[in-house]
């Protein structure tokens, strides 16, 4: 319910400057129409009220609806119901209900398809009878030069509202897109690229490693024990230890550096332009700032990590064999000992006591 009246309102605000704009400028050519045809005087208070009152009046109701979208729809209805009723009421002269009835038709189609666009030419329609049945059935076939030069103020302001209102829409849209794009991208809880837009990259990385015969390495991250940790602990330490681990993680990398959650307690990371050495050396520091925090609320809790890493070699015949190569070196930390960094090709090496070596 608050949703949907979140939504009608921003309809309703978008709606609100076009039509001050139209119905204001809109007077300036029904009076050029009106003049000749001396009106009686509610006439002219009754144009007045439409052109400069109307327009708060129906945001009002709109913004005060507990359903503003359907508030802000009849609205548009009664437009196009006024807008039929001056075009008759003018006698149908040419220049002036070509200009009132194409603005209400575009700002129709704009704010609601064609089923809106239907329903405002109904509403046309009702309206022209209604001025029919007051004033009688009466066609104008020319139009003078000052009624021109009156309708061009809704030929160019009109229009120009109309697009500045769907430019910042699209604008938004555009940005919802790109922020709903990132969201498939991003693991929730860590805010890390999930596992399929990592392993996307790694295919785009494996290629320009390739490509361009550049030294890349990928490093697989396990937290040792982490079912322990859940499982003593709870899941909102655990959960909070993932966090940690993503935050130290990111704070340990370069911008081109990419970080992604691959499993439960798993990350990965891929270090292009980067040599096995700097790499390793990156990973003993992310290891060891982990293994001396200490959780506010669980002062003994210890997180220490095994790590594979696994530097790209011309001789893999695709991504899959790169990445298989850190998991087999992943796996040879976790056991032999846990809690240090193995290299693929079985060069393992003990973080809690040896030094990385090129």
Request: hydrophobic share 45%.
């Amino acid at each position: 319910m608050e949703n949907q009246r979140g939504k009608g309102l921003s309809f309703a605000r978008r709606i609100y400057m076009p039509r001050t704009v139209g119905l204001g400028i809109g007077c300036i050519c029904v009076t050029a129409a009106l003049y000749p045809l001396n009106m009686p005087g509610w006439v002219w208070i009754l144009m007045l009220v439409n052109g400069f009152v109307w327009p708060h009046v129906a945001y009002q109701m709109a913004t005060r609806s507990p359903y503003p979208y359907r508030a802000e729809r009849r609205n548009i209805i009664g437009d196009s119901l006024c807008g039929g009723f001056w075009a008759a009421t003018v006698q149908f002269n040419p220049i002036v209900t070509v200009t009132i009835l194409s603005m209400m038709t575009m700002n129709n189609v704009a704010a609601g398809g064609p089923r809106l666009f239907l329903h405002g030419a109904l509403a046309q329609i009702i309206g022209a009878l209604i001025a029919w049945s007051v004033f009688g059935i009466a066609f104008t076939s020319t139009a003078t030069p000052v009624q021109v030069w009156a309708c061009l103020p809704s030929l160019v302001i009109y229009p120009l509202a109309v697009g500045i209102v769907c430019y910042r829409l699209a604008f938004k849209l555009a940005e919802h897109k790109r922020a709903l794009s990132a969201l498939s991208r991003t693991d929730s809880l860590t805010g890390l690229l999930n596992h399929g837009s990592w392993k996307d990259l790694l295919h785009v990385k494996f290629q320009q490693s390739r490509h361009n015969q550049i030294a890349s390495v990928i490093a697989l991250i396990d937290i040792d024990h982490f079912k322990t940790i859940n499982d003593s602990y709870g899941h909102i330490i655990g959960d909070s230890v993932l966090r940690q681990m993503s935050f130290e993680l990111r704070r340990s990398l370069r911008d081109i550096d990419l970080a992604g959650r691959y499993g439960g307690d798993e990350f990965c990371v891929i270090l292009p332009n980067m040599s096995l050495q700097q790499a390793g050396e990156i990973m003993e520091r992310l290891r060891e700032v982990l293994n001396n925090y200490r959780h506010p609320h669980v002062p003994q809790l210890q997180i220490k990590l095994s790590i594979g890493l696994a530097a790209y070699q011309p001789t893999f015949s695709d991504a899959t064999a790169w990445l298989n190569a850190a998991d087999k070196a992943l796996y040879t930390a976790k056991n032999t000992g846990r809690n240090k960094i193995s290299i693929a090709d079985s060069l393992a090496i003990d973080a809690a006591t040896t030094p990385i070596s090129a």
